[in-house]
Each structure stands twice: as structure tokens, then as C-alpha cells.
């Protein structure tokens, strides 16, 4: 009896997974694509770099950006109060004649008095998202602390972060509401453009 034993035979190696934008998974109009999106990748870091270079400055100079935002809204509310007024008349037949010449009347105080004074106007505007701020991060602190619901404790985080900034904020009013505004432009500009490079590196790796 031949006491020569089988040799075993060595595991064999797990095959690479396909990428999920392998040519022959992908059409080719998919692929053309694809490609066209990965020859721009320099105009997307391009783009997010002058989007964080904007943030910077609009943060650098807050109260001009704070008040160009409000005439720019105050615009928009007088063109849509003319626009409203003019729609009640021309249908003056139907029920929401009033409804509707007053909402445009409205809007087009509310549009003068942001072009005229848009200083004024951004202290209104910065008190308004102070109490929004308060009021959802003392619902949120509530809302976590009575139901412990799952991830809580995030959404608790949340709200005492929002009423931290919400009380900050309206311990210096006046002067903050000529930069919350523009900070906060700022501040999202940079994160879009920030999106935008990170977005523009990732599609230059495309394996296409």
C-alpha cells in the first residue's frame, strides 16, 4: 500500500472585482460620456477654487456683501410686488382680488424699504434666523431628551449647537446683522467650492 499521499492543491486566488465603469459593463455612449466628464476635471478645481476664493472675500468684506444681498432681495420683492399688483387688477374678477393686491402692496414696502435701507433690513432679517435658530434648537433639545428616539443624541447635539448660536448671535446685535448675512455666504461658497475640487480630483481618476 503506496503511502504517497494527494499534495494539496493550493487555494486559488480570489479574482479582482470588475470596477463599476469597466468598458465592457458600461455602453459606449456611457463611456463617451465618461470620458468627456474626465477631460474636464481641471474646470471643476477651477471652478471650486474660484468659488472658495469668492468665500473668502465675501467673508473678508461681510457688511458689503450683507447689504448688496439685501438690495439685491429688495429688488426682487419690488418686482414681485409689481408683478402681484398688476395680476390682481388684471383679474379683478375673482375672489383673492384683495388677498392678492395687498400681498403685492406688501412686497413692495418690504422691497423699498430693503433697497433704501438695507442695513436696517439685514438687523430685521439677522433677528429673524436668530428666533428661527432658538426656537428649532430648543424643539430639537426637546424633542431628544423626551422620545430617545434612535440617534438622538445627534439631533440633540443639533439643537444646543443652534441655540449656542442663536443666543450668540443676539448677544451682539446690532453689529451682527451686517455680517451674519455675508459670513454665511461666505462660509457656503467655500464648502461648494470645496465640493467642486474634491468632485473634479475624483472624475480625473475615472478609469475610462
Not at 78 to 90: K, M, R, T
Not at 102 to 125: E, S
Amino acid at each position: 500500500m503506496s503511502n504517497d499521499l494527494p499534495s494539496p492543491v493550493p487555494p486559488s486566488s480570489p479574482s479582482p472585482m470588475p470596477s463599476p465603469f469597466s468598458r465592457r459593463r458600461l455602453s459606449p455612449t456611457i463611456t463617451e460620456d465618461l470620458q468627456e466628464l474626465k477631460a474636464a476635471w481641471l474646470w471643476f478645481v477651477v471652478l471650486g477654487l474660484g468659488l472658495m476664493l469668492l468665500g473668502l472675500v465675501a467673508i473678508g468684506y461681510a457688511p458689503f456683501v450683507t447689504k448688496a444681498l439685501m438690495w439685491i432681495f429688495g429688488v426682487l420683492l419690488v418686482f414681485g410686488g409689481v408683478l402681484a399688483v398688476g395680476s390682481a387688477f388684471f383679474t379683478g374678477g375673482w375672489g383673492g382680488f384683495f388677498t392678492t393686491l395687498l400681498l403685492g402692496v406688501l412686497q413692495l414696502v418690504v422691497g423699498v424699504i430693503c433697497i433704501r435701507q438695507p442695513a436696517d433690513a439685514a438687523v430685521v432679517y439677522t433677528l429673524m434666523l436668530t428666533a428661527f435658530l432658538l426656537v428649532g434648537g430648543l424643539f430639537r433639545v426637546a424633542a431628544a431628551l423626551t422620545s430617545r428616539f434612535r440617534a438622538w443624541g445627534w439631533v440633540l447635539v443639533h439643537g444646543i449647537v443652534s441655540v449656542i448660536l442663536g443666543v450668540s448671535i443676539l448677544a451682539q446685535m446690532p453689529e451682527a446683522g451686517l455680517l451674519i448675512l455675508g459670513l454665511f455666504v461666505g462660509i457656503e461658497l467655500i464648502f461648494s467650492g470645496a465640493t467642486y475640487v474634491l468632485l473634479g480630483l475624483q472624475v480625473r481618476q475615472l478609469p475610462v
